[in-house]
């Protein structure tokens, strides 16, 4: 009767198995580790065919063992319908050689099947084998660490470059099931493409995965924040809280003891002379003192900007005829298009960024300082390539 009733129960295991249909390709190394003990260290000999059911019966098991495993390791590169061709041969390959020989594959074939990566089904296969040569390393080779800050750079430089910016930001998660070791320059690539296409959005987010993680920030992060603040500025004028994220992010790069580029203070500087928020400027000007004895071409302009909102046209015609006597000949059609840019630019700029409380007063106030400058050039015999009839034109625009 133990027999018969043992017997029923391997036919209800088995029927169900008989319709599975196995995929051998994506099993997880774990199903090939499971082990059942012999039944036949136990003595069956007087009930002849047993031996053969009790082999049955842990086929079985081994079986649902490893429908179990696939389901649970089994990765997303199953559901991918469309990679390339290359990718999905180099895909084949890696895990013939993890699932079948039991031996890791050259690392050339990882770093092949990343170059050959161009749409998101590849990266998605990428991802599936960075997973499970991870879980090869560890389990096999006992292997703890992660790969190496440089392959989840060239990862994140892979997903920026075909627009997998969610896989990217992946990258960047210090535990996670890819082996990927994050770093800062893994980041720099998002950063480049958010502001490459102006998304704030996108550089908020990265921001706040590096703080997450607890990846040290760098002067090269500080300056791909700023400038990517400053012209999205430029495409949404009237969204104050890029600047609010500006002052933000640039107290958080001060209190790191991040050492910010010449740029980043031109960028900074330039902003608030554009917002025309004098004061702003000013304390940003002071604390590139702190660092830079000497301002730049951009940063000098800024600070005559900065006077012309304080009603000082003298001060800036000064500042700017001491950069005339400073830089040299071959340099001076450089100079000159920067003040081009002060005078005919600038207010079209700064009326952007004004409520209309205060548009009336800083037209006002540029309608005679801006000549006043000019004509303080003029009189200190300073040679001024400027056409007024712009300036008048601007007129136009700032009534």
Known sequence: MQYLSQSRRIARVLKPLAFVEA?????????????WPSHRSLSYSAFPGMDNCNQLYAQSRLMTASMISRANFSSEAKRVENPTESVKELHAKIFDSVNVKRSMPPNAWLWSLIDKCRKEDDISFLFDVLQNLRRFRLSNLRIHDNFN???????????????????????????????????????HH????????????????????????????????????????????????????????????SKKFC??????????????????????????????????SETYTQHTLSGAFSCA???????????????????????????????????????NEWPVDIMKHQNEE?????????????????????????????????????EALLS
Not at 326 to 336: H, S
């Open 23 to 35: 995929d051998a390709r994506f099993v997880s190394t774990a199903s090939h580790a499971v082990q």
């Open 149 to 187: 800050c440089n392959l989840c750079r060239q990862v994140a430089k892979t997903c920026v470059s075909v627009g997998a910016i969610n896989h990217g930001k992946r990258a960047l998660w210090k535990h996670n099931v890819h082996g990927l070791t994050p770093s800062v320059a893994s980041a």
């Open 190 to 249: 998002l950063l480049s493409y958010a502001l490459e296409h102006k998304d704030v959005k996108l550089m908020d987010e990265v921001m706040k995965l590096l703080k997450m993680n607890n990846l040290p920030l760098q002067p090269g992060t500080a300056d791909l924040v700023f400038r990517g603040l400053k012209y999205s500025c430029f495409r949404i004028c009237h969204d104050t809280d890029n600047w609010d994220l500006l002052a933000k992010y």
């Open 255 to 288: 209190k790191a003891g991040v050492k910010l580029r010449k740029t980043t203070f031109d960028v900074w500087m330039e902003f608030a002379a554009k917002r025309g928020d004098s004061k702003s400027l000013w304390n940003v000007d002071k604390l590139r």
């Open 305 to 343: 900007k900065g006077f012309l909102l304080e009603h000082k046209p003298e001060e800036a015609a000064a500042v700017i005829q001491i950069l005339c006597q400073a830089y040299p000949d071959e340099k001076k059609l450089v100079l000159e298009a920067e003040f081009k840019k002060l005078v």
């Open 358 to 394: 205060d548009k009336k007063a800083v037209v006002a106030s540029l309608r005679s300082n801006i000549p006043a400058m000019v004509n303080a050039l003029v009189n200190s015999g300073l040679r001024v390539n400027v056409d007024m009839d712009d300036w008048n034109k601007n």
